[in-house]
């Protein structure tokens, strides 16, 4: 074989090489596209769960309230009260001798 002839065999294998690479890459990012087109779709749906979710809960505080307004103000001042105080103990100073 001669020289010339070893050469394009050379760059014949390479620019096989190079197809193939770019072949297999460009499946790979179609493919990480479709994963990504799924999670975002999936994101979506759950975030619009959770606004339906929200929105029903919102809407069951504001009966309970409508129904039992006395109730829900003394639910409301204990909850407040409850978390000021666990505020001030995690604020406050731990000095330990």
Same mark, same amino acid.
């Given at each position: 074989?001669?020289?010339?002839?070893?050469?394009? +065999?050379?760059? %014949?294998?390479?620019s096989?090489?190079?197809? #193939?690479? +770019? *072949?297999?890459? #460009?499946?790979?990012?179609?493919?990480?596209? @479709? !994963?990504?087109?799924q999670? !975002?779709? *999936?994101? @979506?749906e $759950?975030?619009? %769960?959770? #606004?339906?979710t $929200? /929105? &029903?809960?919102?809407?069951?505080?504001a009966?309970?309230i @409508?129904?039992?307004?006395? /109730?829900?103000?003394?639910?409301?001042? $204990?909850?407040?009260? $409850?978390?000021?105080?666990? !505020?001030?103990?995690?604020? &406050?100073?731990?000095? &330990?001798p």
């Amino acid at each position: 074989m001669s020289t010339s002839t070893l050469a394009e +065999q050379a760059i %014949q294998n390479t620019s096989n090489a190079l197809d #193939s690479t +770019q *072949r297999a890459a #460009s499946q790979a990012v179609d493919s990480m596209g @479709r !994963v990504l087109d799924q999670g !975002v779709e *999936r994101m @979506r749906e $759950a975030s619009h %769960q959770m #606004s339906d979710t $929200a /929105k &029903r809960a919102s809407e069951g505080t504001a009966n309970y309230i @409508r129904h039992d307004p006395v /109730k829900s103000v003394l639910i409301a001042a $204990a909850t407040g009260a $409850a978390l000021m105080a666990l !505020v001030s103990l995690l604020t &406050r100073p731990h000095n &330990r001798p």
